[in-house]
Structure formats: structure tokens, C-alpha cells
């Protein structure tokens, strides 16, 4: 998820620069002093969180979390992130110092659009509404996956189907698989309706961080694009596990301190 | 005693006697050492050459060797960071049309797309070097307060420094769950029940860390707390640090000629 220093062009430096610099500055402009103690607080926790290894077949992920940090944050989401990967680059030596902005927004930025998708579904009094959508969403993703199937087949019958076509087919039907299982979890009751929508948050943000690391890589260098395909593909089962894990930690967080949701305004 | 961040806590009040002398580096002003490295980081990542790049990776090697890094987790982090390097040796020169150098089952690995894996590659290492020698050795609260000096917004730098502080108790919290975890039978596996188990885990440091933070404030308002920090660090800008920060420009324009003519 880190890019390293010297990977990407001065254009795409510099623009996630000044995205991730004006991001911080609006969000340290909403940002009350009384507030501080907590929004630092609790980057410690996802910083001390990004150090937690999950075993994932052979071999073990390293969590992000930037879906619950944006539940729980909102816009405080950004200066958190930049504090967490500054330490990060400089005490540890993972990503680098040049890529700070890009690397915070491609990080941060999911974060604050996962407030804004799902922080209603989790916080809603009236559930019907929040289960309704997540009916509908299921429908979605069902659709999605049928046509993104046949999509993969009809690509394989054309002859010379491009690597292209088909690992962006199969991106889209890894998606809409992942977010069905989550569905199927909260129709199994494993989730609760909070829960699911803390699936989604999860799922969706590490999704829209591994497109936002695949365009910023596609956008440096042509060379750079299957590597790009490839950091799409690869992070579906890392949708899984954080979508559950965020599910998990909502559910918990909803029933022991619901106020932990609003702490941050 | 765990520390996340490496050996902190040197004390504030009492200059502690030290066995062995101080490495120059570190006697330098913090906001030189940061400023150097920040613009070293940034020319370095504009540049090019591959033989201004080498020269640049050999300056930020020596910057390591003079400022004595603990050998382990130094060597811990290059390889971290090479890892990664290696990667992208094996696949650019079959992603990057251009020149075929030879082929591996019918896939052409072209010159150009081998010359850009060994330029990322310096890159990435000179910049790594640099910054563990100028920066890595820093105390992080010396960072923040060397932040401050440098005008980065006060919120920014407070909350640099609130998350500094609770790094490590949130890390001594999270071991102890995980010992208790332990003593129940509890292993990580790929299923369910583990991904579960770690949600809750975080869900109760998350509930813990709200709970503190409220404790932390009153502590605060108890004090007088009015909004603003006070950073006591006074720094100085003296003699040495003014002939590192012209050696700096010297190496900067110098890699910049070589780049260019």
C-alpha cells in the first residue's frame, strides 16, 4: 500500500502534495483545540493498529483500517494519517518522505468519502431505512457480478481478448464477490445492520485506496500500468479481512460506547 | 519496556553524562538536519543521472555511517525498502517496451525498463539513507518541536505530539490484551473467528484510548489549558550549523551540475 520514494513522476508528486496540504488545512481549520486530545489519541491507536499482522493464507497482512479511522474521524481522518505516516517514514522506513502527500491522500481521502457513504447506515436511529439500502445494494452487486461474468466469458470467446479487458472484468467481479459475502454475513446474522455497513466502509476503502495506488502508479509511467492492474487484483482478500474486522470493531463499538462514532465532530 | 518509536526519553531537566562522545550529526540544529534532508529528498527524486544518483545514494551513506544508526534495525529497514526494490528489478524490464536486452520464455526485458528499476532503486535508497541519518536520529518530540520552529501549523505539531506520547502506552495496552488472548487458547488463523477476535480487540483499545482522552483533557482544563502549547525547546542556530547548511547547498548545486551538464 506504501509507495516508495522515486517510484513516482514529479507531476504526481506534487499534485498529491498539495491535495493532501489543503485537505490538512481544512480539516485543522474545523478541528476545535478541546478536540485534539482525542483526535491524537486516537491516531496513536491506529498507528499502534498498522503494526497488528493478520495471517492471510501463507503469508500475513498488515492492517490499514482506513475505513473505521474515517468512520470514526471524518475529516480528522487527514492530519492523523500524515502524523501516522510521517512517524512511519521516518522512524520505521517504510514509504518515504517525498511521497507523504501522495501516500496520505491515496490513504486519507477513502477514508473521508467512507464517512460520508456509511457513517449514516451505522449511526441511523431508524434501521429500516439502513436495511432497505442494503437490500438494494445487494441487488447491485448481484447485478454487477452476473454481468461482470459474462463480460470475462464473452472477452475469452473474442479472439485476442486483451490482458486488459479481462483484469478489469475480474476486478469487478472480485469487488461485487467480496461485497456479496459481506451481505450473505449479515443475512446469516453474523452482522448486525450496523455491522454491515462497517463491512462496507472497510471493503470500500481499501478498494478505492488500491485504484487511487494503481492510478497514481498508471499516471507516472506507462511502464508502471500492469503493475497497476496488479495492485487492484491483489488487494481483494484484503478487502475481506478489513471489511470484517471493521464490521466487528462497529458492532462491538455500537454496543459498548456508542458516543466513540460522535467523538469527533 | 517496549519502545515503538525507538530509544526515547532522554531527560528534560538533567543533562544525562554520556559514555561515549556525541555523533557530529546529532549535534546539529534539528530544523538544519531537517530542512537539508527535505530538500536533499526532493532533489533526489527529480533527478535523473544515474551517476549523479550514485554519488547521491554514496552522500547518503555516509550520512548513516557518521551518525552511528544502531546496525540491526537499520539493516532491518533496508531490507524492508529492498524488498520492494527487488520487485520491481524482476518485472520492469518486461513491462517497459524498448530495446530487448535478452527474453525469458518469448517476454522481451528491455534496456530502458532495467535502467529505470536501477534509478528507482537509488533513489529510494539515497533517500532512505539520508533520512535515517539526518532525521531517524532525531527524539520524536525533538522532531515535533523542530516542526514547530519551522512553522508548520500548531494543531498539526500538538497532534504530532499527543500521538508520539500515546504510541507506546496503546502498544504496552494492545501486548497485554494479546497475552490475555494468548492465555485463553487464543491463535491467529485465516477464518472468521480470528478476524472477529482482533475487531474486538481493537474495538476495546479504541473504547479505552476515548476514555483516556477525556481523562487527559480534564487534566488539562485542571491545568490551565487555554488552547495553545507551550514548546520549551529554545533552539540555536550556531557556527556548525551554518557551515552544514552551506556543505548542504554546496552538495545540492554540485549534484544538480552533474545532472544537468
Redesign the interface.
Known amino acids: 500500500m506504501h509507495i ?4 513516482l513522476s ?1 507531476p504526481v ?1 506534487i499534485g498529491g502534495g498539495v491535495i493532501a496540504a489543503a485537505g ?2 481544512y480539516s ?1 481549520k474545523k ?1 476545535e ?2 478536540d ?10 491506529f ?3 498498522s ?2 499482522h ?4 501463507f503469508s500475513s497482512v498488515h492492517l490499514i ?1 482506513n475505513g ?1 479511522l474515517g468512520i ?1 474521524l471524518g475529516w480528522a481522518a487527514f ?2 494519517l ?3 505516516l ?2 512511519q ?6 514509504g ?3 511521497v507523504l502527500g501522495v501516500n496520505a491522500v491515496n490513504i486519507a481521502f477513502p477514508a473521508v468519502m467512507v464517512f460520508f457513504i456509511c457513517r449514516w447506515g451505522i449511526t441511523a436511529q431508524q434501521q429500516n431505512l439502513a436495511k432497505l439500502v442494503a437490500d438494494v445494494l445487494f441487488a447491485i452487486f448481484f447485478i454487477l457480478s452476473i454481468w461482470a461474468g459474462v463480460s470475462l466469458y464473452e472477452a475469452y470467446q473474442v479472439e485476442g481478448a486483451t490482458w486488459r479487458v479481462s483484469v478489469n472484468s475480474i476486478s469487478l467481479a472480485l469487488f461485487a464477490l467480496v461485497m456479496i459475502y459481506g451481505y450473505v ?1 449479515y443475512r446469516q446474522k ?1 452482522l448486525s445492520v450496523a455491522g454491515f455497513w462497517g463491512f462496507l466502509g472497510g471493503s470500500l476503502s481499501i478498494f478505492f485506496t488500491a485504484v487511487m495506488v494503481a492510478m497514481s502508479l498508471a499516471l507516472s ?7 497497476a492492474e496488479f495492485v487492484i487484483v491483489a488487494h481483494f482478500p484484503v478487502m475481506a ?1 478489513e471489511g ?10 455500537t454496543k ?2 456508542p ?2 462514532i460522535n ?1 469527533v465532530r | 519496556m517496549t519502545q515503538v518509536l525507538g530509544d526515547v526519553s532522554q531527560s528534560w531537566t538533567v543533562k544525562n553524562e554520556q559514555s561515549k562522545p556525541e555523533a557530529f550529526l546529532k549535534s546539529l540544529d534539528p530544523r538544519v538536519r531537517l530542512v537539508s534532508c527535505v530538500s536533499f529528498a526532493f532533489l533526489i527524486s527529480a533527478m535523473h543521472d544515474l551517476s549523479a544518483l550514485t554519488l547521491a545514494l554514496g552522500i547518503g551513506l555516509g550520512l548513516s555511517l557518521s551518525s552511528r544508526l544502531p546496525l540491526w534495525t537499520t539493516i532491518r529497514k533496508v531490507v524492508v525498502v529492498d524488498s520492494f526494490i527487488v520487485v520491481l528489478m524482476l518485472t520492469l524490464p518486461f513491462t517497459m517496451p524498448g530495446d530487448p536486452l535478452f527474453s525469458v520464455w518469448g517476454w522481451d526485458a528491455s534496456k530502458e525498463g532495467l535502467y529505470r528499476a536501477a534509478e528507482v532503486g537509488l533513489k529510494a535508497n539515497a533517500i532512505l539513507f539520508s533520512l535515517m541519518g539526518l532525521v531517524g536520529i532525531m527524539e520524536p518530540s525533538v522532531l515535533g518541536h523542530a516542526l514547530y520552529r519551522l512553522k508548520v501549523p500548531a494543531k498539526l505539531v500538538h497532534l504530532f505530539l499527543f500521538t508520539v506520547r500515546y504510541i507506546d502506552v496503546f502498544y504496552k495496552e494492545y501486548k497485554t490484551m494479546r497475552l490475555a488472548m494468548k492465555a485463553r487458547g487464543f491463535v491467529p488463523r485465516t477464518d472468521i473467528h480470528t478476524l472477529r477476535s482482533i475487531g474486538y480487540l481493537i474495538g476495546m483499545m479504541l473504547v479505552r484510548s476515548l476514555e483516556r482522552s477525556d481523562r487527559i483533557m480534564e487534566a488539562m482544563k485542571c491545568r490551565g489549558f487555554d488552547g495553545r502549547f507551550h514548546i520549551l525547546n529554545n533552539m540555536k542556530i550556531e557556527m556548525r550549523d551554518r557551515i552544514f547548511a552551506v556543505c548542504t547547498a554546496v552538495v545540492i548545486l554540485g549534484l544538480l551540475a552533474i545532472e544537468y551538464f
Open positions: 516508495v520514494d522515486g517510484a514529479n508528486l490538512v488545512a485543522l478541528l483545540p478541546e485534539l486530545p482525542r483526535v491524537g489519541v486516537l491516531s496513536a491507536v498507528f499502534v493498529v503494526l497488528i493478520v495471517p492471510l493464507g483500517l473505521l470514526i492530519p492523523a500524515v502524523v501516522a510521517l512517524l517514514a521516518v522512524f520505521f522506513g517504510f518515504g518522505l517525498t454475513l453474523t509511467g506507462d511502464e508502471f500500468a500492469k503493475a479481512v470484517i474486522l471493521t464490521a466487528a470493531t462497529i458492532q462491538l463499538i459498548v460506547k458516543e466513540l467523538a
